[in-house]
């Protein structure tokens, strides 16, 4: 069982940048695949970014490539995800979620996640 806890929302200008965090609590962090999503008003909930359980891969939707960093310290039991370039339309609720069978291939699957945060709600005015 993990539990997850995002911060780090808020208010951005465009061109800004924001950090979010998720930390998780519970055991065995590692063995977690780790992704990001996000809902804007209006629109279904999607895939930003992903983190593997182990290697280090790494994956990115299109729309935030070059823009978006995902990282992780599992010392920490938290994820990150750096923002920077804000755009108006990265207006959403940013959602953090864990599954430990989660792989490459089904990384943007929102159905493959089985723990997902409550979300932090991320602004940016142009």
């Known amino acids: 069982q993990v539990q997850l806890a995002e911060s780090g929302g808020g208010l951005a200008q465009a061109g800004g940048s924001l950090r979010l965090s998720c930390a998780a609590s519970g055991r065995d962090f590692s063995d977690y695949a780790m992704g990001w999503f996000r809902q804007a008003p209006g629109k279904e909930r999607e895939f930003v970014a992903y983190f593997s359980r182990s290697g280090g891969v790494t994956s990115y939707a299109d729309f935030v490539k070059g823009r978006f960093t995902i990282s992780r310290d599992n010392a920490k039991n938290t994820v990150y995800l750096q923002m920077n370039s804000l755009k108006p339309e990265d207006t959403a609720l940013y959602y953090c979620?864990?599954?430990?069978?989660?792989?490459?291939?089904?990384?943007?699957?929102?159905?493959?996640?089985?723990?997902w945060g409550q979300g932090t709600q991320v602004t940016v005015s142009s």
């Open positions: 979620a864990a599954d430990n069978n989660v792989s490459w291939w089904n990384r943007a699957a929102q159905a493959r996640y089985a723990y």
